[in-house]
């Protein structure tokens, strides 16, 4: 048991040191881990303030309120630990489901060719044609989102188009290549060409589909929270920003805290994620570590 | 570089002349891009019909039930309302409604509104939809058209110190969600350092001016048009520039630029007939994706602004449940983008010989 | 324009020497270290005659001759030596030309068919849209003239040119495309005409019609040419003059007769060896042990001893000079007479 854990920490340690050789990228998968860390452990140790005090309204930062306070008087700094939680989770499930689709239905029609790939093609086009968010609209005046899984469900059905184009190019390249050439002539069945040969090989545009698809679902599930379209209740860095917005915070100078630090939790969530993959890069496809 | 290259099979010219006037008119690019722009335009009308009529909790009936409820009319009077408002004989079988439905359409008649009661659904788009093809056009015109210039400049300048400023700032442009960069434009430039006055800037157009062809009114159009068109080009200019950067460096190591130098043609020449034009080929595919983005997209950016436009209504319908304007706006939003893409395709077979013979790809 | 009336300027044959090579050396910038791709490469180039370099792949020809127009890509550098360019009794230094002259000699004075002509054309542009622009570029105004001399030309590569000229690149085949190439390269009238592998993309038949037509040039127009190949029989059929380039040097350098029936470097003999015959049957086919040097780390002495049959403890310390082993034919080897030897006992191409 203790030599499987100390393999399991030195291939870890060896995949970090393989990280670091890009620095941009290395510094977005710290933030990220940073920001999933103080999502899901911070509630822990700092509970959401939910108690109106309105002698201390608008505050700016000090040692008692890191952030300062918000409208009502409740400390910023505690929202923002407990308000990625939901956006992560969203932007995971929406991811994940983006990138299954993406990634199964580009590799089949890549490589099944003919009138698969035509259909699939067809299929990507009308999706992608629909504006998102405005089909997002319509769908939240018609369904109730309220559920934060079903949310990410629906942002992941709809977010695979782009995704899937770019998968499909590039399994149509890797058809191309020898050792998929090999697999075929030996008959080893599309199965298992997809998902040993293919799909091993496209493992970095796989990791980045899915970076890509959770800055996608990020972007559209705030701005559903922040128009009032889902009724999130508790805390959540959109619903942050919609109060922020709502109330008029922009207007008041000492306000500019309790609008600023959503926006910057939300930018540096997509920047460090979309930065990050550049070090996952590194990771998955042997190939570019040589050149550096 | 050993790669062996195979010769393509023979595109005889002759070859191509042998096939039937009617085989090659039905099979060109240009008419298989009308069927897709209007098989799509077909999915998305049904899907619409769809929307509207079948799921369990339908407007349509929701309407009925709201009659009902608050107003105690008996269910057949208030069918017969959502019947007269939605443009649809409920009382015919569901693909006779279908029919109706689409023979309306073409028609341009889309219903009547909810709220305004006997204002059609057609009038309050044409008054609406025209800023946004406005604002979204010229913001799109002019990222595309600066990104593509950028890209160039910095493949040409590649690992320079104005290459990698660029690069890290197209990378926190294209990471930052829109409507975010709207707010925060509003703040720092309108609220904190008080450059600019958000609030006459609001709306469409000033009060008193009118629609001509005066330098007066393009100058408030524009006036108010500048904020969206200012957050549309800012957040999707990085993605331009670095994916024509990248398009660049490619097209900078394939022979025909060796051999443009080789034939001692001029720097500027070789820049823009033989890398600018070539690299700048895939952006146009991309465009696809850009304009349903930005489309989609002008219906945050026009609330946060509010520049009344045809995102601005849709957003209102939807928070006020006005269904028919909803279901036209979003069927007329998603049609703007099938077109827009038809013309994409277009320019893009235009500038690429290639396209022109036959199937793509 | 002297001679746009006439299609192709009957070159003198054995009238002075358009250009010549003084000590060249190509150093590309690589992570690792210098590449030295070419290393002091002499070479006179008489008029009216074609000299072909032959070698394997990283032997450093193609580089020389992409360094004579100075098209080497940017981590590339001419780090010594002289490249001289004649015409008319005036001489320049093409190492010395500004940016504007050096667009100006191009393609005019020297021009290059390349080894991928599928590749080689702007896939936008119609044909005649980049015959004109090449001539615009040198000063031609007139459209109608330049018009005619690219039909013309098309023709003397025996293609269609009535439609050749309005296609576009995608349209023509492979071998149409090497041939548009080829008239395109003549546009001008240059007095040297680089060709890098004419010939290697095609398939075998299209590569005879591309020979038959490059020995059409070289025999009723007297063309100078300088023809880069690693395939010996094309160049022993089209060249006066063949140079064997080995590790960036030229190593053999002699009539195309005597390259191909008395060669004295053992890495000619090689490559001769390794060319399979049609003739003969079966036989053993020869190839040269070893790989291609390291351009970054060479080898001590001469750069062929790690894989020569003749190597001996000199050949490790001392790099041989180019010496004269017969009438015009020179080589570099400390063992050239053993190799003249061995082929006294075993010749080649014993029919």
């Known amino acids: 048991m203790g030599s499987v854990f100390l393999g399991a920490v030195q291939s870890m340690g060896a995949t970090l040191r393989i990280m670091s050789y890009n620095k941009v990228g290395f510094t977005g998968f710290i933030a990220v881990m940073l920001i999933l860390f103080m999502s899901f452990i911070g509630p822990f140790f700092v509970p959401l303030d939910t108690e109106t005090k309105v002698d201390q309204i608008y505050q700016t930062p000090s040692a008692e309120h890191w952030m300062g306070t918000d409208h009502q008087g409740r400390d910023i700094f505690s929202q923002i630990v407990n308000g990625g939680k939901d956006v992560i989770i969203v932007a995971v499930v929406a991811g994940a489901l983006s990138t299954f689709i993406a990634v199964t239905f580009g590799t089949l029609a890549g490589f099944a060719g003919g009138r698969i790939d035509a259909f699939v093609v067809s299929v990507t086009d009308i999706v992608l044609t629909i504006p998102q968010l405005p089909l997002l609209l319509v769908l939240a005046a018609l369904i109730k989102l309220n559920n934060i899984v079903y949310l990410g469900i629906i942002l992941g059905a709809l977010g695979w188009p782009a995704l899937l184009r770019a998968v499909r190019s590039q399994a149509l390249s890797l058809k191309q290549r020898d050792f998929v050439e090999a697999a075929r002539a030996l008959d080893l069945g599309t199965t298992h060409i997809i998902f040993r040969e293919i799909v091993p090989n496209m493992m970095t545009y796989i990791i980045i589909s899915f970076a890509l698809a959770m800055t996608g679902a990020i972007y559209a599930q705030v701005a559903l929270v922040l128009f009032g379209l889902v009724p999130f209740s508790g805390s959540n860095w959109g619903v942050m920003l919609s109060l922020a917005w709502v109330r008029g915070a922009i207007y008041f100078k000492d306000s500019i805290w309790y609008i600023m630090m959503p926006v910057a939790a939300i930018v540096i969530l997509q920047l460090s994620v979309v930065t990050m993959t550049r070090s996952l890069e590194l990771v998955f496809n042997p190939r570019l570590r040589s050149g550096e | 570089m050993a790669t062996t290259i195979t010769a393509p099979p023979v595109k005889n010219i002759h070859e191509k002349q042998r096939e039937s006037g009617f085989y090659r008119v039905t099979h060109s690019y240009f008419f298989q891009k009308i069927w897709k722009a209007l098989f799509t335009a077909w999915v998305v009308v049904t899907l619409t019909f769809f929307l509207i009529r079948l799921l369990p909790s339908n407007p349509v009936e929701l309407f009925i039930q709201d009659l009902m409820v608050q107003y105690g009319m008996p269910y057949h009077e208030a069918q017969d309302q959502a019947a007269a408002l939605f443009s649809i004989d409920l009382n015919q079988p569901l693909w006779g409604q279908y029919l109706d439905y689409m023979w309306g359409l073409l028609h341009g008649d889309m219903g009547t509104s909810i709220l305004s009661p006997g204002t059609p659904v057609t009038s309050i788009i044409m008054r609406f939809l025209p800023w946004t093809i406005f604002s979204v056009g010229i913001a799109l015109m002019i990222s595309f058209t600066l990104g593509i210039i950028l890209g160039l400049f910095m493949a040409y300048r590649r690992e320079g110190l104005l290459d990698h400023i660029l690069t890290v700032m197209a990378s926190i442009l294209s990471s930052i969600p829109n409507y975010i960069l709207g707010i925060l434009l509003i703040i720092f430039l309108g609220v904190r350092w008080g450059l600019i006055s958000v609030a006459s800037m609001r709306g469409t157009l000033s009060p008193g001016v009118e629609p001509g062809f005066t330098l007066e009114f393009f100058k408030d159009a524009l006036y108010h048009a500048a904020l969206p068109i200012l957050t549309y080009v800012l957040t999707t200019i990085g993605s331009w520039m670095l994916t024509m950067k990248s398009s660049t460096i490619g097209v900078l190591e394939e022979d025909y630029v060796t051999v443009a130098k080789a034939k001692g043609l001029k720097e500027g020449r070789i820049t823009s007939s033989y890398v600018g034009r070539n690299a700048s080929l895939p952006m146009f595919t991309l465009l696809t994706i850009a304009i349903g983005f930005v489309v989609g997209g002008s219906v945050l950016i026009e609330t946060i602004f509010q520049y009344q436009g045809i995102g601005y209504i849709l957003l209102q319908s939807v928070n006020k449940r006005d269904y028919t304007v909803m279901q036209g706006v979003f069927l007329v939003i998603t049609l703007a983008v099938i077109i827009a893409n038809f013309f994409a395709d277009i320019l893009y077979s235009w500038l690429d010989p290639r396209i022109k013979l036959g199937k793509q790809e | ?351």
């Not at chain 3, 981590?75 to 009794?89: C, F, K, L, P, V």
């Not at chain 3, 190593?251 to 000619?268: C, K, M, N």
């Not at chain 3, 020569?308 to 010496?323: M, Q, S």
């Open chain 3, 1 to 351: 324009m002297s001679n746009e009336s006439q299609l192709i300027w009957k070159h003198e044959a054995g009238s002075g020497t358009p250009l010549s090579l003084r000590n060249v050396h190509i150093i590309y910038g690589a992570r690792k270290g210098d590449v030295q791709a070419v290393r002091g490469v002499d070479l006179d180039l008489r008029a009216g005659e074609s000299i072909a370099l032959i070698g394997e792949s990283g032997s450093g020809k193609t580089t020389l001759g992409l360094g004579i127009v100075r098209l080497l890509v940017k981590s590339a550098d001419i780090s010594q030596g002289e490249i001289i360019y004649r015409r008319n009794g005036t001489e320049v230094n093409v190492l010395d030309l500004d940016k504007k002259e050096l667009r100006e000699f191009r393609w005019k004075e020297c021009s290059m068919v390349f080894q991928s002509a599928l590749n080689a054309f702007n896939p936008v542009l119609r044909v005649w849209d980049q015959m004109r622009d090449t001539a615009q570029s040198h000063g031609w105004k007139d459209k109608k003239a330049i018009r005619q001399r690219s039909l013309d030309l098309l023709g003397f590569v025996q293609l269609d040119a009535e439609r050749v000229i309005d296609a576009y690149p995608h349209e023509l085949s492979g071998g149409m495309r090497q041939r548009v190439l080829i008239a395109l390269s003549l546009l001008l009238d240059p007095q040297v005409l680089i060709l890098d592998e004419p010939t290697t993309a095609l398939d075998i038949l299209t590569q005879r019609t591309i020979i038959d037509l490059l020995r059409k040039l070289k025999e009723e127009q007297h063309f100078t040419m300088i023809f880069i190949s690693h395939d010996l029989a094309i160049a022993a059929e089209l060249a006066d003059r063949i140079a064997t380039m080995y590790a960036g040097r030229i190593v053999e350098l002699g009539s195309a007769d005597d390259i191909f029936y008395r060669p004295r470097h053992p890495y000619t003999l090689g490559l001769i060896r390794a060319v399979p015959k049609v003739v003969g049957g079966f036989q053993e086919l020869f190839s040269i042990p070893g790989s291609p040097p390291d351009l970054i780390d060479l080898p001590s002495g001469c750069k062929f001893h790690p894989r020569c049959p003749y190597a001996t403890d000199k050949c490790k310390t001392e790099e041989p000079d180019l010496v004269t082993v017969g009438r015009e034919h020179e080589a570099a080897c400390w063992h050239w007479r053993e190799v003249e030897e061995e082929l006294q006992t075993n010749p080649l191409h014993s029919v």
